[in-house]
């Protein structure tokens, strides 16, 4: 089974800061996906970035951007220039690369993201 | 396209009473999820269907029921309710092969 485990359960940043949130996951699996998500008080819950296990190459959408550590199982995501928008639960979750398994997203606890003005 | 729709948005229960969660995606995926959000535990699966008529479950099964009769439903029961069933539920799809999921805005059930 996997697991993933986010130990900070709050961060703050300062808008236009960077801000990076910490995902460690276990799992003996070699093929899989990485994601994260973020969940507004709007309850929404919004795909921010993947990451997909047999590439090398750190995800990227905009001002997001993963470190991916495969080794490590280590998966953390960087916010630049933090907007007050950015203010959310931030989750983690991993994903198998199997068929019929597709279905089967396991989540971190999350860590609510504050952004102060 | 509606996406992913869910209904009730909210629903207060006493103990012991059944009802069923509803939801309905239009853009034709062939998986559905059902997950429940709890404070302190983030997103945890219930059961979830890769195609009409086929369903399993996931890590938290016990107290649900589902069905798949359609592509677009896929309804999840609660029997009789109890207070540890209070929670927000998502309902979420993706495409077979792809592995992004679209997720429902969510139901927040309190049992009382």
């Known amino acids: 089974a996997q697991t993933v485990t986010q130990s900070q359960p709050e961060m703050s940043v300062q808008e236009a800061e960077t801000v990076t949130l910490s995902c460690t996951y276990d799992?003996?699996?070699?093929?899989?996906?990485l994601f994260w998500y973020k969940q507004p008080p709007s309850r929404q819950m919004i795909l921010v970035i993947r990451q997909e296990a047999y590439k090398q190459q750190n995800a990227t959408e905009n001002r997001f951007s993963v470190n991916f550590q495969k080794a490590a199982k280590s998966f953390s995501l960087k916010i630049s220039d933090s907007q007050l928008g950015d203010t959310a639960m931030y989750f983690c979750?991993?994903?198998?690369?199997?068929?019929?398994?597709?279905?089967?997203?396991?989540f971190g606890k999350g860590i609510t993201l504050s952004v102060r003005p | 396209n509606a996406g992913v729709t869910q209904t009730p948005k909210f629903q207060v229960l006493k103990t012991g009473q059944s009802m069923t969660l509803q939801c309905a995606q239009d853009?034709?995926?062939?998986?559905m999820s059902w997950y429940r959000q709890d404070p302190g535990m983030g997103l945890r699966l219930i059961h979830y269907s890769v195609g009409a008529g086929i369903t399993d479950q996931g890590e938290v099964p016990n107290g649900y029921n589902v069905s798949r009769s359609t592509t677009e439903d896929f309804p999840l029961r609660l029997l009789s309710a109890a207070p540890s069933q209070t929670s927000v539920y998502f309902c979420a799809s993706n495409l077979a092969g792809a592995h992004e999921q679209y997720f429902g805005p969510g139901t927040r059930l309190t049992v009382t």
């Open positions: 979750a991993f994903m198998k690369l199997n068929t019929g398994a597709n279905s089967k997203l396991t």
């Open positions: 799992t003996s699996e070699n093929n899989y996906y």
């Open positions: 853009m034709n995926h062939e998986y």
